[in-house]
């Protein structure tokens, strides 16, 4: 069965420092592996998304997500944070054989001024 | 690209009355949408996927017959909560993906915040 863990529920970082969301999955042969934000009462927006090639995918807002085989991770990153980052991320999973997209929990993103 | 667009933003009606939320896919043709529940600081918990011109597949748990999914065209899916309870307050999303492929990413409509009083 797939599976998508973030082992934290809240991450906090100052404006201007890197910040990393954890994401780890588990599925039956190779990962589709996506990111989603999502604002107070709003949808998902689509981030970004591995499938195949360079381990390191960029994506929108200037995040990017590097993908980690023998470790089954897909960890969310940014180079300097900024305060409109703040909000909810998720991360989800569907397996190359058509199965149903599964979603992580959500991390709670506070980028602090 | 890619707009999904949900009606409305947000409901309030009276318990034992009937909801209807809509998705539409406004630059593409959608198939299969989907329809999700978010409860208060939880995850996307998969209702029922749309599939058009057929039955809807309900996830493990929820009623069909309360929630009542119609995919009659290619661009739109309703969903109408039945005799709506309190408890059936929540946040309801729906998403849909233009590309055939299992590698295209969902998008998401705004979200329907429903509140039962």
């Known amino acids: 069965a797939q599976s998508v863990a973030q082992p934290e529920d809240q991450v906090n970082v100052a404006e201007g420092n890197p910040l990393t969301v954890k994401c780890t999955y588990s599925?039956?042969?190779?990962?589709?592996l996506f990111w989603y934000v999502q604002y107070p009462n709003r949808g998902l927006q689509f981030l970004l998304k591995?499938?195949?090639?360079?381990?390191l995918v960029k994506g929108s807002y200037g995040f990017e997500a590097e993908f980690n085989k023998s470790q089954t991770s897909f960890h969310l990153k940014k180079p300097s944070a900024l305060v409109s980052d703040s909000a909810l991320y998720f991360c989800?999973?569907?397996?190359?054989?058509?199965?149903?997209?599964?979603f992580g929990p959500g991390t709670r993103l506070s980028v602090l001024p | 690209g890619a707009v999904v667009s949900q009606h409305p933003s947000w409901v309030i009606c009276k318990s034992g009355t009937s909801v209807k939320i809509e998705c539409r896919s406004l630059?593409?043709?959608?198939?299969?949408m989907f329809w999700y529940r978010q409860f208060p600081k939880q995850s996307l918990m998969l209702m029922a996927t749309?599939?058009?011109?057929?039955?809807?597949?309900?996830e493990q748990g929820v009623e069909k017959d309360k929630f009542l999914i119609n995919h009659a065209s290619l661009t739109l899916s309703t969903l109408t909560v039945t005799s709506a309870h309190p408890e059936d307050s929540s946040f309801y999303i729906c998403?849909?993906?233009?590309?055939?492929?299992?590698?295209?990413?969902?998008?998401f409509g705004n979200g329907t915040r429903l509140t039962v009083t």
């Open positions: 599925v039956s042969g190779n990962p589709y």
């Open positions: 749309s599939n058009e011109g057929s039955k809807a597949t309900y």
């Open positions: 591995y499938i195949t090639g360079d381990n």
């Open positions: 630059d593409f043709q959608a198939t299969t």
């Open positions: 989800a999973v569907r397996g190359v054989y058509g199965q149903n997209f599964v």
């Open positions: 998403s849909a993906t233009p590309g055939q492929g299992n590698n295209s990413p969902l998008h």
